[in-house]
C-alpha cells in the first residue's frame, strides 16, 4: 500500500478522487484531450460497474460522466495494451447497452 504522498495523479484511487469531486477540473480536462468545448458536466461517479448479464464478463468505469448529451468514460492508462482497440469497443458495447432502454429507438 502506497503513502498518501506517494500517490501521483495516474494512480487510479487520486485519479477517480480528484475527477469525481470536481466536475469543473473533469469538464476542462475533457475539453482538452477531445479539442472541443464540453457541454456543464451534471453527472459524475467513479468505479461505476456496468454487468447485464449475472454470467457475463462486466466492465468498471473508472470515471463516468455526462453532459447534456454525450457520456464519457474516462480511464487511466499507464501503459498501452496489446488489446486496447477491443476493450475500447467492448466497453462502448457496454455503455450503450447499459443506456437503452427495452424497445426505445437507437
Do not use: H, W
Not at 487520486?14 to 479539442?35: D, G, M, T, V, W
Not at 460522466?65 to 499507464?78: G, L, S, W
Amino acid at each position: 500500500m502506497k503513502n498518501y504522498n506517494e500517490l501521483g495523479f495516474p494512480d487510479n484511487f487520486l485519479f477517480c478522487k480528484i475527477l469525481s469531486s470536481n466536475p469543473e477540473l473533469c469538464r476542462e480536462l475533457l475539453s482538452r484531450i477531445l479539442a472541443k468545448d464540453t457541454n456543464r458536466i451534471s453527472i459524475i461517479s467513479k468505479e461505476v460497474p456496468i454487468e447485464i448479464t449475472p454470467d457475463g464478463k462486466g466492465v468498471r468505469l473508472d470515471v463516468y460522466a455526462e453532459d447534456e448529451d454525450t457520456v464519457y468514460d474516462i480511464e487511466m492508462q499507464t501503459i498501452i495494451p496489446n488489446n486496447l482497440a477491443k476493450r475500447t469497443r467492448y466497453y462502448q458495447g457496454m455503455i450503450d447497452l447499459n443506456l437503452l432502454e427495452r424497445g426505445a429507438d437507437y
